[in-house]
């Protein structure tokens, strides 16, 4: 599976933007899914992950802020970020699981393709 991220942009602080990652080359159906930043100077984070099933991960810094959901008619996966904080400009990469299954895993270690990535910029 090949991720391609869309959605990313200029936004004032406080505002939203939605980001979107489908895949290229089969379905995300059965397959977990994640959203990886980095910041320059910074080391990736993970930022949010959904299960095939629909659990889902959120790092402390953008619980309550930000929401991944997924939609399987579209094969989409998305990120809706609000409140945004200047904090949060980052490169965003869309990372697709190595595995297929693992309704319970939510290891960061297990996505191994990722997409080209889309810039998100938070002016503040």
């Known amino acids: 599976v090949h991720p391609v991220e869309s959605g990313g942009g200029l936004v004032q602080a406080g505002g939203s933007l939605s980001l979107s990652c489908t895949a290229s080359?089969?379905?995300?159906?059965?397959?977990?899914v994640g959203w990886f930043r980095q910041a320059p100077g910074k080391e990736r984070e993970y930022v949010a992950a959904?299960?095939?099933?629909?659990?889902?991960y959120y790092v402390d810094s953008v619980k309550g802020r930000f929401t991944i959901s997924r939609d399987y008619t579209e094969n989409t996966v998305s990120l809706q970020m609000n409140n945004l904080k200047p904090e949060d400009t980052a490169v965003y990469y869309c990372?697709?699981?190595?595995?297929?299954?693992?309704?319970?895993?939510?290891?960061?270690?297990?996505?191994?393709?990722y997409g080209q990535g889309t810039q998100v910029t938070v002016s503040s």
């Open positions: 990372a697709a699981s190595s595995y297929t299954g693992g309704s319970g895993n939510l290891s960061p270690s297990q996505f191994g393709s």
């Open positions: 080359g089969r379905s995300f159906r059965n397959i977990n």
């Open positions: 959904i299960t095939w099933t629909g659990r889902t």
